[in-house]
């Protein structure tokens, strides 16, 4: 089994900053894409930012310039560098990744993790 542990969340003022991390576990052979999504009450899951295998990375108009996705692929670990914050970034933030147990990759999910920003 494979599981993704989210970490980081918090409550910080509008302008501050935070870095979420999401390590993978468990019966792992190689992981493709790892990403960060949102979810805001009320509104639908969004992507936030996925970086590949080899480090490519794409990012939602509305944190381009302001979040960073990193990994490290030693570690199972995907980083989301949080600056400069607004209150419409308040949401669950959650990890996901394309993990690799046997041939195909399969969609994970981590358990979510609030970030709250004030005004």
């Known amino acids: 089994q494979v599981q993704l542990v989210e970490s980081g969340g918090g409550l910080v003022q509008a302008g501050g900053s935070l870095r979420l991390s999401c390590a993978a576990s468990?019966?792992?052979?190689?992981?493709?894409?790892m990403g960060w999504y949102r979810q805001a009450p009320g509104k639908e899951r969004e992507l936030v930012a996925v970086?590949?295998?080899?480090?490519?990375?794409k990012y939602a108009d509305s944190v381009k310039g302001r979040f960073t996705i990193s990994r490290d692929n030693a570690k199972n670990t995907v980083y989301l560098q949080m600056n400069s914050l607004k209150p419409e970034d308040t949401a669950v933030y959650y990890c996901?990744?394309?993990?690799?147990?046997?041939?195909?990759?399969?969609?994970?999910w981590g358990q979510g993790t609030q970030v709250t920003v004030s005004s």
């Open positions: 996901n990744a394309g993990v690799v147990v046997t041939y195909w990759p399969d969609d994970y």
């Open positions: 970086i590949s295998s080899g480090g490519s990375t």
């Open positions: 468990g019966s792992i052979f190689s992981i493709s894409h």
